[in-house]
C-alpha cells in the first residue's frame, strides 16, 4: 500500500471524532466525553501531514512553501466563510460588547492563535458563557496551526538521524516526553493546558510517530489488524462515555482516545484490513467523514447561537442542528472546499498567502478596530444595554489583582498595600477566602469604611477559608489550597489582626461544617473578632438575562430560587454566639425569589459572581437597613 494512497477508513475515524464532538455539545449527557473527538482529529492530524513531509523529504521535493499553501488551502476557505456567517448573524444578535469579543476572536481564529485568546477570555472550555462564543471551537484549529510551524522543521532535524529506527526513537522518546509535559501540565496550570499547545503537543506527535512506524512496520495478518480494531474502538468508546468535563484533561486520560485513534489508522494499514473495517468504510461513514472539517466548523455557531438566545435544545431542535449542520457542511465542502482546493494547487505561495490569509485577515482586523472603536454599535439596542454592560466591565479579580491571585500564585505573601476601607496607617484586619471573598471587596470596602475600619484583602481562587479542607480539585489545586489556609490561619494565630473576615462559596457536607468550626477556633483562640459572609445565591443567567431582556423585549423572568446557606451554619450560630454574620442576600432576595439586580443596576458578572458595582451598592443597601462589619 503506497504511503499517500487514500484511506477511506480514516475518512471513517474522521466521522466518529465529528460526530462525539457534535453529539456532546448538543447535549453532554449523550457522550460525556465526546468532546475527545477533537483529540482524534489531532491524531489524524499529525498522522497524515507527517506521512506526506517523510515522503516528501525521503523524495527531495519538500518545500516549507508548498507546505503551507497547502495548509492556507486546506483551513482557510472554509474558515473565512464560516467566520464571516457567524459574523453576520452576530451584527444581529450579539450585544455590544458580545460582538466586539466576536469580532476579536474572528480575527485570531485567522491568525491561529484562537487557543490562546479563549483561554485569557474564559479560562474554562466548560464555563457557560463560553458556550455562547460563536467561534470557541476554533481553539483545535489554533493548536493544530501552531503545531505545523514546529513540526515540520523538527521532522527535517531528525530526518538527519539518517538511520530509520533511529529517527523513530527519537521521535518515541520525544512524544513521551510530551506527554509527561502534559501530565504535569494539568496539575498546575489546568486550565491553560486544556487549551494550549505545550499540553496538546504529544497528540498530533502520536499521529506523526505512527506515521514513521507505518513506514516500517504494519500488521502481519488480519489477526493483528482484527485485534488492533477492537482495541482502538474499545480505548475510544471507554474515553467517550467515561471521561467527563470533570476529568483532569488533557494528561494521560487524553492518551487513551489518542491511543485508540493510532490503533484504527496502524490496523486499517495493511493490504487487506480486517473485516471490521467495514465499519468505517460504510458509505454514510466516508461521507461524513470528507465533510468533517465543515461539519466541526458550522455545527459549534448554531448551538452557540441557540444558546445565546436561551433556546433549549430539546430533541426536535437538537435534529434540527444536526440536520442542518450536515447541509450546511456539504455544501461548505462541494462549493468552497474542494474548488478552493484546486483552484489553489495551480497558484503560487504568495498567491495563496496574499488572497486567501492576509487579505481576509486584514478585511477581519478592519471590522475588528471598527467595531471595537464603536464599541459594538450600541445603537442597534435601547441604551441601557451598553450601561448594563458597563457595569459587567468592573472585575473585582482585575481591579485587585495582586491581592487576588490564582492558585499557581498560593504562595504569595500578605501585601499590605492591599487595602480595603479607611486609609489609615494601622491595619485592623484581614479578609480571606476564595473567588467570592475576592467579589465581595466592594461590598467590605464600602462597609468597613463607615465603620473606619482598614482591612488587607488576602483571596485565592477555588480556595474557600477552611483548613484542612479537600477542594474535590486536581492533588496539586487541593494541595495548594490547604497550603495556603495553613499559612494563612498560622499569621492570624501569631495576634496580628484584631479583625477577621471570612468569606466564599461555602461548601455543603457535615464535614465541611465540622472544618470551618475547627478553623472558627482557630480565629476566636487568637483574640480576633470574627465576621463571616455568606455566598450570595447564584442565578442561573445572572450576568446576561436582564440585559437580554431588553435587547430582544423578552417577558422572561431572570429572578431564581433563594436556597439558604449550608445547614452547619444553624450549628455556627448556636455554638459561636460572639461572631457576626452577615446575609447579603438579606437584599439580593425577597423572601424565595432572588434578583440580579437592584434597581437599574445589574449585580452579576456571571451566574455566580458579583461585579463590583453590584457588589459595592450591596454594601450600601446594607448598611441601609442597619448591617454592619
Known sequence: MNQNQYRPDIDGLRAIAVLSVLLHHLNASFLPGGFVGVDIFFVISGYLITSHIYKEISDGTFSLKQFYKRRINRIAPALVTVVVASLVVGAVVLSPEDLVRLTKSSVYAMLGLSNIFFWREYGDYFAGNAGEAPLLHTWSLGVEEQFYVVWPLLILILIKLNRRWYIVGAFAILTIGAIVVS????????????????????????????????????PSSRFYSGLSFISGFLLIGGSLFFLNKSSAFPGINALWPCLGAALLIWAGSIRHPHYLSRLLTSHPMVFIGLISYSLYLWHWPLI??????????????????????????WLSWKFVEIPMRRTGATLFFSQVFFWRFAIPVVALLSIGV???????????????????????????????SGCHVPSAMYDTPPNVKCRLGMVKPELDGILIGDSFANHFTGMVDVMSKAEGISLMDYTMDGCPPIL?????????????????????????????????????????????????????????????????????????????????RIMYGSAKSCEGLRKGPPAYFKEIITRYPTIHIIDPNQVICNSNKCSPMIGNVLLYRDSSHLNDVGSRLIGQSLLNIGVTL
Open 468 to 548: 484542612m479542607y479537600d477542594t474535590g480539585a486536581a492533588p496539586s489545586y487541593a494541595e495548594r489550597c490547604r497550603k495556603r489556609n495553613e499559612a494563612t490561619y498560622a499569621n492570624i494565630s501569631a495576634n496580628r489582626f484584631s479583625r477577621v473576615i471570612l468569606a466564599g462559596s461555602w461548601p455543603q457536607g457535615p464535614k465541611a461544617g465540622e472544618q470551618l468550626m475547627s478553623s472558627i477556633d482557630v480565629v476566636l483562640k487568637s483574640g480576633a473578632a470574627l465576621t463571616i459572609i455568606l455566598n450570595n445565591e447564584s442565578i442561573e443567567g445572572a450576568n446576561s438575562c436582564p440585559i437580554r
Open 183 to 218: 501530565q504535569i501540565a494539568i496539575g498546575i496550570f489546568a486550565l491553560a493546558s486544556y487549551y494550549l499547545i505545550p499540553s496538546r503537543f504529544f497528540e498530533l506527535m502520536i499521529g506523526g510517530l505512527l506515521a514513521l512506524v507505518i513506514v516500517y512496520k504494519r
Open 304 to 329: 452557540a447561537y441557540l444558546n445565546y438566545m436561551n433556546i433549549a435544545i430539546v430533541p426536535i431542535i437538537g435534529v434540527s442542528v444536526a440536520f442542518f449542520s450536515i447541509l450546511l457542511a
Open 370 to 400: 471598527t467595531t471595537f472603536y464603536t464599541k459594538g454599535f450600541p445603537k442597534r439596542f435601547d441604551p441601557r444595554v451598553a450601561e448594563l454592560e458597563k457595569v459587567l466591565e468592573s472585575k473585582p479579580d482585575i481591579l485587585r
